[in-house]
């Protein structure tokens, strides 16, 4: 497994209005992922008895821990995205605050690291609970067929 280490370099030139197009595209990504969370919550809860009869259980079980887990991750993430605009709108205000300008873009770049780093997490997760609850549907499926 290689290490990554991502450099974010290119932030320090980056313009307020660059900053709060990012800003807005981070909260698109995270209200999609709340929406994920709620589809894959309603596919869990329809194909639950496929699932319980499944020696995959315990495993699915743990996922839906960890997708719980990922939605109030999410929800914190959108809650420090939300601050981080309104900083930028009082940041704009002020124009002369190089000081204020170094720790927001210093802070720009601690959300997109936490926020990149959540995103790899998730895809993982999201892989995970596809491939196990389509594994349960067909191991029920094979049983119907065998009985």
């Known amino acids: 497994m290689k290490s990554e280490s991502l450099h974010f370099r290119y932030i320090e030139w980056k313009t307020p209005d660059e900053m709060h197009f990012t800003s807005l595209q981070w909260k698109s990504k995270l209200d999609f992922i709340n929406d994920e969370n709620r589809f894959f919550e309603d596919?869990?809860?329809e194909y639950?008895?496929?699932i319980v009869k499944s020696p995959l259980f315990s495993k699915i079980q743990d996922l839906v821990g960890q997708l719980s887990q990922s939605k109030e991750v999410s929800k914190g993430l959108n809650e420090t995205v939300n601050e981080h605009s309104r900083r930028l709108s009082?940041?704009?205000d002020n124009v002369d605050q190089p000081k204020e300008a170094r720790l927001?873009?210093?802070e720009h770049k601690r959300i997109m690291k936490e926020l990149n780093q959540f995103l790899k997490k998730y895809k993982r997760l999201k892989r995970e609970v596809f491939e196990n609850v389509s594994l349960a549907l067909k191991q029920q499926k094979q049983k119907r067929l065998i009985a």
Do not use: D, E, V, W
């Open 43 to 45: 596919m869990l809860k």
């Open 90 to 92: 009082r940041l704009i």
């Open 48 to 50: 639950m008895m496929p």
């Open 104 to 106: 927001y873009r210093q």
